[in-house]
């Protein structure tokens, strides 16, 4: 018994070795913000698919359609690189972020409206956190250049998540705390 949980292990131990070969000796940290980045992506699609229809403020529908647009499109270039790096890409959101659009679904009206630019200002402060730490930490080159050129969209998506909410202040302390923040990583 002991022998079969050894060679198990092993086994285990040589498809990791192997699978980090076939894609170029990936970080696991880059690995898992590519599955990470195109997985939330494919969230805030969902959601906007859903604002696109639903929502009552005109400024949030076109939020909503370039939310589509942009997330779309920065799914395309994590696909691609993930094609050219072995990763397997996860083939829809997490069951929290399918939860959670479900939920959102049911609203209507104003509620819906403040539920969605909530969720985005949520999402977009996780994605500047997630693609940040990808820039700052990231092995990979092709990897953090595709985070380091996603960062200016997620910003300006944060700052009209924000500004439709009416949190304008709180985008300009989210904005300082993250530059201070980020300050202090490159002091190290």
Known sequence: ?????TLSILAVSLAA??????SHSLS???????????????????????AAERATQRGVKEFAEKMI?????????????AGTKAITLPKGPDAVDVAATARLAKLSGSDFDKAYLMAQI???EDAIQLYGREVVKGKDDEVKELA?????????????????AGEKQEYEKFHKI?????G???VK
């Open 69 to 81: 647009k942009h997330h779309s499109e920065c799914n395309r270039k994590l696909a691609e690189v």
């Open 17 to 22: 070795n192997a699978r980090a070969q076939d």
């Open 148 to 164: 380091h050129e996603a960062m200016p969209a997620l910003w300006d998506h944060a700052r009209m998540a924000f500004e439709l």
């Open 122 to 124: 949520a999402a977009h």
């Open 184 to 186: 202090l990583m490159h």
């Open 1 to 5: 018994m002991i022998r079969n949980l």
């Open 178 to 182: 993250h530059e201070y923040a980020k």
């Open 28 to 50: 696991l940290a880059d690995e898992y913000f590519v599955m990470r980045a195109y997985s939330d992506g494919l969230a805030e699609v969902a959601k906007s698919r859903v």
